[in-house]
């Protein structure tokens, strides 16, 4: 058992005893907590905090959890999610902000923090230090490469605009659309500037691409446009988000952002830049006026290459039509020739016919000499026989290649191998069978053998007997066919 010793003003003791005149109760850890906790947000109930931002870093609640130091100190700040979702930019280690919040503390590990309910960039050069950073990250995954850039079309069907449909940048592409070629336009509104900007724009992008191929709002063309402005007023397409949707696009897309001497990274995403809104209407379509008058001139041009070849061939021809003679000079020498043969046979007929006259005239033939005459044509008609070899031969011969065509028959007789010991199968149309294939077919099969036929069965159920066929006797060798086979 413990012993009981009176206390000792002087020393303290074991366990903790209530003093006289001591009326504070001890307080608990959690006590003081909360206590520092209302002080500290009593009085710094609103501070803007200018500092760098250190291991930034989102958890997956979407809450954001950074540190903000400067040379000589440091501060943890955190951001919840509703707050990060209204960020209009992309916090990151390194970025000089200004942080509005109030200060509270963390009693979990007694520490102070802020928290951050709006964060702004420190300034131009801090957003334009962020804007480098961006732009290089990007660039290294190649987003800005020239060889992944398409070429835009060159007559556009429909043409698809994301940009804000009540600022005077529609109206403006609009009517430089109507001057140059009027085409169908397609607008996504969007806004073009604050909170959700960013998100919007790529959702526009997003959204035209993902239309089909063939669908009749699919746009040949996108144009993302904005008028002109301030750093701050163009930084939504400066926002990754843009900048990944302009170049996953799937059709070629022309960046009308800001004034000509204004450049975001959605210029360098985009397959081609326009300085300005008009200046993409004008890159995005020809002029028609212009390409009629092209046209034209191709009909022309064309018109004059077939005409002049029909030109010149009508040239060459009249000019040697004209090196050539006349027909009468061509006529001439054939025509004297004509002339000359006419006389000669005019002479020559003319000689023949007194030469005819004076034959006749010196033929004196007396009645003895004709019978004469008649007499020794008799004789040879007399004289004049028909050989019998002339007909006796060729029969002989025709009869040799009969009797040659007969034996070749004979030992090609498909029952001559028979009184060899071989055998014939046959089918019930009496067809020869040189298949096993062909055999296992038919029901039935017929074996011809020297001295008669075998009925036999492939199946189960014996075979019909046909009545068997007369036989036919091969004919003897050497004997010819009658002379009556060869003609009739």
Known sequence: MAAN??????????????????????????????????????????VRLRGELSGVKRAASGHLYASLKDEKAVIDAVMWRG??????????????????????????????????????????????ALLEKTKARLQAEGLFDDSRKRRLPFLPRTIGVVTSP??????DILHRLADRFPSRV??????????????????????????????????????????????????????????????????????????????TLADYAADRRAPTPTAAAEIAVPVRAELAATLADFGARKKRAILRPVQLGRERLQTRAERLPSPEALLQPQGQALDDLSERLRRGLHD???????????????PATLKRGLRDAKK??????????????????????????????????????????????????????TDRAEAAKEAALTLKFRDGDLEVSTGDAPPP???????????????????????G
């Not at 930019?89 to 007694?110: H, N």
């Not at 402005?229 to 009308?256: H, K, M, Q, Y």
Request: charged share 25%; net charge neutral.
């Open 352 to 366: 023949r016919a007194a030469q005819g006259r004076e034959r006749l005239g010196n033929l004196r033939l007396s």
């Open 83 to 128: 707050n990060t979702q209204r960020l209009p930019f992309q916090p990151e280690d390194g970025l000089e902000v200004v942080a509005s919040g109030k200060l509270t503390t963390y009693p979990g590990r007694s520490k102070y923090q802020i928290v951050v309910e709006r964060m702004e960039l420190a300034g131009e050069g801090a957003l334009l």
């Open 380 to 433: 040879s008609l007399e004289n004049v026989r028909l050989a019998p070899s002339l007909i006796e031969r060729p029969l002989a011969d025709r009869r040799e290649k009969l009797a040659a065509i007969a034996r070749l028959a004979e030992q090609l007789h498909p029952d001559r191998p028979l009184e060899r010991g071989y055998v014939r199968v046959t089918g019930p149309d009496g067809r020869t069978l």
């Open 186 to 263: 397609i607008v996504w509104p969007v806004l073009v500037q604050g909170q959700g900007a960013a998100e919007q724009v790529a959702g526009a992008v997003r959204g035209f691409s993902a239309m089909p191929e063939g669908h009749a709002d699919r746009p040949d063309l996108v144009i993302v446009a904005r008028g002109g402005g301030s750093i701050e007023d163009l930084w939504s397409f400066n926002e990754e988000v843009v900048v990944r949707a302009i170049a996953e696009c799937s059709i070629p897309t022309i960046s009308a952002v800001g004034h000509e001497t204004d450049t």
């Open 465 to 487: 007997r046909p009545a068997p066929a007369p036989r036919r006797k091969p004919a003897k060798r050497g004997t010819p066919p009658a002379q009556d086979d060869l003609f």
């Open 166 to 171: 009540t600022g005077a940048v529609i109206r």
């Open 5 to 46: 010793f009176p206390p000792d003003d002087n020393n303290e003791g074991l366990v903790a005893r209530s003093r006289a005149g001591d009326n504070a109760e001890p307080l608990s850890v959690s006590e003081i907590s909360q206590l520092l906790k209302r002080t500290v947000e009593d009085r710094f109930g609103f």
